[in-house]
């Protein structure tokens, strides 16, 4: 528990770090050019694209013909645009988040071990190849575990838990994979995930909920319509510096648990000669 509790507080320190803010903000730079690019290019085309289908919908129409009589013209105005908002928020957000997972795990995983473990070995247990492999494998399990649970999320209580232990089990296997990769051997990995699947596992949904946070931003109403491309690029530096700090907890605790590890190899070594010495 202290050393779960000391890495959470490591890695809020170092998400105040300059380094850590530039790398969350350098997927924002490309996320920004695709919204506004989007937004200037094929904004108006899209929205009237999707009106028109709308209206072409006998079922729909009759809808929004009876909200107009209810006085629900505003309603009307916007179910256009916040249907494309929802269609091209998902395709940037994982983008972006693409792009952090390539960049920031590994220039957090160096900063990390640069700046509080600079003698800790690097065995190089887990490729580029395997963490892909490992990450695109957990994410199918991952998506079939939420797809199979769906019917489940309609009680209440339910869907307050499982999609967060869902997506907190994929954060501990993507995770504990990716920050261990280069510094802890094959054998140590497996190791270490075992020791500490309940410590990381929480983490994982912590930091699930964490995620599900910068969603709130949304809630404004017809505001967000209005500021639609800063509240997505907002959305983005949050969903990044969420991803940010989940890096860095998972680091500090992962490579502090990878150390006292290895401190302890030594001593568990000499109490087994100590014991043959002993029986002879």
Do not use: N
Not at 193 to 198: P, T, Y
Not at 240 to 258: D, I, K, M, Q
Request: with cysteine.
């Amino acid at each position: 528990m202290q050393r779960l509790a000391d890495s959470f507080w490591r890695a809020c320190a170092y998400c105040l770090l300059p380094r850590v803010i530039g790398l969350s903000l350098l997927p924002l730079v490309l996320a920004g050019l695709l919204v506004f690019g989007f937004m200037f290019f094929f904004w108006e085309g899209a929205v009237a694209s999707v009106r028109a289908t709308l209206e072409s919908w006998l079922l729909v129409d009759s809808l929004l013909r009876w909200l107009d009589s209810m006085g629900g013209a505003a309603l009307r105005s916007m179910l256009a645009p916040l249907i494309v908002l929802a269609l091209v928020l998902p395709v940037v957000v994982v983008i972006s988040l693409l792009l952090v997972a390539l960049c920031m795990t590994p220039a957090m995983v160096s900063l990390v071990s640069e700046r509080r473990f600079p003698g800790l070995e690097k065995r190089r247990g887990g490729s580029l190849l395997q963490s892909v492999a490992a990450s695109l494998g957990a994410t199918v399990v991952a998506v079939l575990l939420l797809l199979l649970s769906l019917p489940l999320w309609l009680i209440p209580p339910l869907v307050m838990v499982l999609p967060p232990l869902i997506w907190g089990w994929l954060t501990y296997r993507v995770f504990g994979f990716d920050v261990l990769a280069e510094h802890a051997s094959a054998d140590e990995r497996r190791a270490l995930l075992a020791e500490h699947r309940m410590p990381m596992l929480a983490m994982g949904v912590i930091c699930g909920y964490l995620g599900a946070a910068p969603s709130l931003i949304w809630a404004m109403g017809t505001l967000t319509i209005v500021l639609a491309p800063f509240v997505v690029l907002l959305s983005i530096w949050l969903y990044t510096l969420v991803f940010a700090f989940s890096t860095a907890w998972f680091t500090h605790y992962a490579l502090a648990a990878l150390q006292a590890r290895r401190d302890a190899e030594p001593v568990a070594e000499s109490e087994v000669l100590l014991g043959r010495e002993g029986a002879a």
